[in-house]
């Protein structure tokens, strides 16, 4: 046969030739091949690491914001809160287009977007440590998930309202229907009862753990009380109506408390004003914070004996559309000095309010460095908008970020980054993300002043 002749005889040298070119361009295609497969999963991971954040930035301030990167299926997204690592975010949603739909418990990962379901449920709250889990299942009682194990256990309490982690291993929740503030150990889940009233507190408790300060209405009577846990010796320090939980100071020494002063015969002429006031735990004394009315929403930082609130200045009776404006303060105990950090024609917040699962009044970072606050034009009705306003402490950069229109939630664990809510749908916004990240880390002096960062317009601002 002609084929064993040759592989027996051997082939001829132009037949070697010709596949050996055969045999390398199949080689350099391989390898052309390869190296395209290598090139494109470089890229790939590029775009992962570094394409998916698409920053604007203010020149001015150095300040920057952008949409967490993520696939976000059609739901209703409410209360971000990040994890206490700065890893991550936690938020609950619940699926539109389904009446049985469950509220889910989410953790996203900033750094891959990855979405994690942790459990169905709402009303949650995550442990200092970041271990317990807290939240309230789907038509289920009270449940404490330990996120190393996966364990579960049940409070078994209807009608629980704020269920809140307060340091590490105790749990704070209201029982509307014992009517009772109670106070559980974990682990253990041990109970015991801080509060007994009619009606449902406004509450918090000293950063040490041994006092809890509380406003109460009773019909037309109102009072403030401090409790002291280890005696439990219950003692009123005033008789007043509260807008807001009372504040304490970082060293459990100072109670500051918003107390409503409403006239005796209501009218359209009749004021109601809100003033601030400070008890002294330690010499058991009562004062105004500055005497002045229409203050509200005090805030301490969380370093030194700094309390930041809101004024309100009322417009002259000749005004034709007399509109209030808003300020934010800082008063220095130490000094008896108030510092004016910024100024808006209206401020969200005052008193607070609930939008989109959100209460929110101006809050301190974690370093004390910074606050943010939510202004809103009233004159020009952006209050279904909202912005989100930022101003160093020292007063050397101030802005105001309204392009997208975002909401202030929650401060990062380094007091580097921001986590906002944009309330939107996904129907009528394009590249739709409902939640958004400030930046301040890179902030700079030179933006002293800024009125507005974004302006509401995409041009004020560069892309990175």
């Known amino acids: 046969m002609p084929w064993l002749s040759l592989r027996h005889h051997g082939s001829s040298s132009a037949d070697t030739a010709d596949r050996s070119i055969i045999r390398n361009r199949r080689l350099l295609l391989a390898t052309v091949g390869a190296a395209l497969v290598i090139a494109g999963v470089m890229v790939t991971r590029s775009r992962v690491a570094t394409g998916k954040w698409r920053w604007r930035s203010d020149p001015k301030t150095g300040i920057k ?56 449920g709402s009303d949650f709250d995550i442990s200092p440590d970041g271990r317990w889990l807290v939240y309230q299942p789907n038509d289920d009682y009270l449940t404490v998930k330990d996120l190393e194990s996966g364990a579960k256990a049940k409070i078994r309490q209807r009608g629980v309202v704020w269920p809140t982690w307060w340091g590490a291993g105790r749990l704070i929740y209201w029982a509307d229907y014992a009517r009772e503030l109670r106070l559980v150990h974990v682990p253990g889940f041990r109970q015991e009862t801080l509060l007994r009233s009619r009606f449902r507190p406004l509450w918090s408790m000293a950063p040490n753990g041994t006092r809890l300060a509380a406003c109460l209405a009773r019909g037309r009577l109102a009072e ?142 974690p370093d004390g460095r910074w606050l943010c606050y939510r202004p809103v034009n009233r004159v020009a009705n952006e209050r279904s908008r909202g912005a989100v306003g930022l101003v160093r402490s020292d007063g050397a950069v101030s802005a105001v970020v309204s392009d997208p229109p975002l909401i202030p939630a929650d401060w990062a664990p380094d007091s580097t980054r921001l986590v906002c809510v944009f309330p939107s749908s996904k129907a009528n916004a394009s590249s739709y993300s409902p939640y958004w990240v400030v930046d301040v880390a890179s902030a700079s002096a030179t933006g002293r002043g800024t009125r507005r960062v974004a302006g509401g317009h995409e041009s004020n601002a560069s892309r990175r």
Do not use: N
């Open 65 to 120: 914001w952008a949409p967490v990167p993520s696939t976000w299926p059609d739901a209703i997204y409410t209360d971000p809160v990040w994890s206490p690592d700065g890893k991550s975010i936690y938020f609950w949603q619940q699926r539109l287009g389904v009446s049985s739909s469950p509220y889910e418990i989410v953790r996203l990962d900033l750094a891959s977007g990855d979405r994690h379901l942790v459990a169905e």
């Open 224 to 365: 403030v009380l401090v409790i002291d846990l280890q005696t439990h010796r219950t003692l009123r320090i005033a008789e007043a109506e509260c807008k807001d939980p009372p504040e304490w100071s970082p060293d459990s020494r100072w109670v500051a408390f918003t107390a409503v002063s409403r006239p005796a015969e209501a009218g359209a002429a009749a004021k109601v004003l809100t003033r601030i006031y400070l008890y002294d735990v330690k010499t058991a004394s009562l004062r105004l914070l500055t005497g002045q009315p229409d203050e509200s929403d005090p805030c301490w930082s969380p370093v030194g004996k700094r309390l930041a609130y809101v004024r309100r200045l009322r417009p002259p009776t000749s005004a034709l559309q007399p509109q209030p404006r808003y300020e934010v303060c800082v008063r220095d105990l130490d000094r008896k000095k108030t510092t004016v950090l910024a100024s808006s024609d209206g401020l969200g917040g005052m008193p607070s309010h609930k939008e989109w699962g959100l209460w929110w009044k101006i809050k301190w970072s």
